[in-house]
């Protein structure tokens, strides 16, 4: 298996993912790897409109930053299994996934069997 080429398209994909995140986030200073939106102030807007364009900005921003999370989560995992030596195995059975799959996704954590348990 190609783990070094693997190791450096998820790596370049966190770097990728710390960029987006930082553009509607901030790693929470309370919770070390933990993300959280920025926060903004409400009540200073001139009129209701404007304080619901914000709120609705930070719903936006909330939820973008979870599915980017999410994704940044799963490549810090497949990072870890590297150094673990236990990248490329389904954590499920074990076996071995496919190397396709994991051209398809570095950060597969699963065989094609196990895909979405």
């Not at 930053?65 to 799963?74: H, M, Q, T």
């Amino acid at each position: 298996m190609r783990t070094a080429s693997f190791k450096k398209r998820l790596e370049e994909e966190k770097g990728e993912l710390e960029s987006r995140m930082s553009s509607v986030g901030r790693l929470n200073p309370e919770v070390p790897d933990d993300w959280e939106p920025v926060p903004t102030e409400t009540g200073l807007e001139a009129d209701l409109v404007d304080q619901a364009d914000v709120t609705v900005s930070r719903e936006s921003n909330t939820a973008i930053l979870a599915d980017l999370e999410a994704r940044y989560d799963n490549i810090l995992l497949a990072l870890k299994n590297i150094e673990k030596g236990t990248y490329g195995k389904c954590e499920v059975c074990s076996n071995k996934i496919d190397e396709a799959r994991l051209n398809a996704d570095p950060s597969a954590s699963t065989c094609r069997e196990h895909l979405g348990a």
